[in-house]
């Protein structure tokens, strides 16, 4: 059986927290002030953005009765939010948990989920959304329910999927109706009869986000199909593994699926650079900045030769040795991509764009190029102590503590990675067979692209709806952490 790890995200060296209000300890603070405490000095002695918050300013209160009048009848949350620089807008990436123990299972892949992964996208310019089942996990509630990649969700609990009732996809027992045929055109995509009706009932699951490799023999190329949902570092034997049997089957051409990952670990993305080429060893690959307060901790990652594989033991996160990296010295990678692509994985992209030719196909990415660390109300080891928080309560807090840049400092667009070949939501709705089928227009324009040889795929939608941007979200964008880039080594 897999073995269970929880991403400890962070463990840093002890820091004194540089604030006015900092009593050098646990606050004698009780109760909900308690938490708005924690909340505030761990947001001023960490959140990037720390600066550029007039509330969070060192200086930011005259007295100490003024502080604590700003912490009182606040919601913990509430205050959270309010302190956030533009949120929804420029950070619409921080969280505050109250339940940090799931917080750290979801790190480790382990949730109460449907075992499904979606993408909703808009039938029309009005409220009527669509979705498309992008993949099942194995064995879980979905896939025991009968529900296949490809799938088009036109209902939920039995009324039309609206942006009023998306949700309830992700919620814990309902039930979808699956479109008997899907069709687009200009007025907007025509979704006609239920196929079926499936009844779901979320069940608390381990997903292994190495999800699927093949290989294709085309005109003279052994072309690696690879299908990686998440940058989990307790699967870094099992993603070096897939790049080991590709050495084996001689691969000569990579094909890396990222459409449906929404990021993780910051060493796991290291370490997938240099399984991708190995030709750049001690070469940087990620520049991580931290604010004023921290900046002795700016990082470079290199590229190294070994991966650290990791194992849950004994309630904590544990290195378990190293292993030397499976890779295939390539000078071009295929990338497959969309709107869901975010964090690590948008990571990986520019990291190995300083190095080797990457092309893109598919949507635009998600446009998320900062990182987190989880804080604890342990103010005594400047928040980042689990064993040593506050137990009266169990908030935590993954607010945004980094961003990140490739070994040339690249500026990143703020809309996400435009792709060098546009694959639109649309192209996706009613031809997705399993993974690997070539039915899939994006797997089949790499195919294409590698091969030199045109393909018999599905042509492009191209009377399109006229809707600015069709993706309204997916299983990950919507999930808390479901998009994050975090440490789990401490700072050298």
């Excluded at 990296?325 to 690590?344: E, F, Q, R």
Aim: with cysteine.
């Amino acid at each position: 059986m897999k073995k269970f790890t929880w991403l400890l995200c962070v463990f840093f060296l002890m820091l004194s927290l540089s604030c006015r209000h900092d009593d050098g300890g646990d606050s004698d603070i009780s109760g909900e002030s308690s938490i708005n405490d924690f909340v505030w000095k761990g947001l001023n002695s960490w959140y990037y953005w720390q600066k550029d918050v007039p509330n969070l300013a060192d200086q930011a209160f005259s007295s100490e009765n003024a502080y604590q009048s700003f912490l009182t009848d606040k919601e913990p949350d509430d205050l959270f939010y309010s302190l956030l620089y533009n949120y929804g807008t420029t950070d619409r990436f921080s969280w505050i948990v109250e339940d940090v123990d799931e917080l750290l299972q979801q790190f480790s892949g382990i949730s109460k989920s449907s075992g499904m992964d979606v993408s909703l996208g808009y039938k029309t310019s009005g409220k009527e959304l669509v979705g498309i089942v992008n993949y099942v996990i194995p064995d879980s509630p979905a896939d025991q329910a009968g529900v296949k990649r490809g799938d088009v969700i036109a209902e939920v609990n039995g009324a039309s999927l609206t942006v009023d009732n998306y949700s309830s996809l992700f919620s814990d027992h309902f039930t979808m109706g699956i479109a008997q045929s899907v069709s687009v055109n200009s007025a907007g995509v025509i979704t006609s009869g239920i196929a079926k009706t499936l009844t779901i009932n979320a069940a608390v699951i381990e997903e292994n986000p190495v999800a699927f490799y093949k290989t294709f023999d085309e005109n003279g190329k052994k072309i690696g199909y690879l299908v990686y949902n998440g940058f989990r570092s307790n699967y870094n034997d099992e993603l070096n593994t897939a790049f080991g049997k590709m050495k084996q089957d001689g691969v000569t051409d990579l094909i890396l699926d990222l459409r449906y990952n929404g990021g993780g670990s910051v060493e796991t993305a290291v370490a997938l650079g240099q399984m991708i080429t190995g030709q750049f060893t001690g070469s940087p690959y990620v520049l991580l900045d931290f604010n004023d307060k921290h900046s002795k901790y700016n990082e470079t990652y290199k590229l190294e030769e070994k991966v650290t594989k990791y194992d849950f033991i004994n309630g904590q996160t544990q290195a378990t040795g190293e292993e030397s990296i499976n890779s295939l010295h390539l000078s071009k990678v295929y990338v497959l991509t969309s709107s869901g692509t975010a964090s690590a994985s948008e990571l990986t992209i520019n990291g190995l764009q300083a190095y080797v030719d990457v092309v893109l196909i598919g949507g635009r990415t998600y446009g998320k190029f900062v990182g987190s660390i989880t804080l604890y109300d342990s103010p005594k080891n400047d928040f980042l102590s689990y064993d040593n928080r506050n137990k009266s309560h169990n908030f935590a807090m993954q607010p945004i503590t980094f961003a990140y840049y490739n070994a040339n400092r690249d500026e990143h667009p703020s809309a996400g990675i435009t792709p060098d070949y546009s694959v639109s939501f649309f192209d996706y709705l009613g031809t997705l067979g399993a993974f690997g089928d070539t039915s899939d227009i994006a797997l089949s324009k790499a195919i294409q692209l590698i091969t030199g040889q045109s393909r018999a795929a599905r042509t492009t939608v191209k009377n399109y709806p006229a809707i600015a941007q069709p993706f309204f979200g997916s299983t990950k964008t919507f999930r808390k952490f479901g998009t994050e880039l975090y440490q789990e080594h401490p700072l050298r």
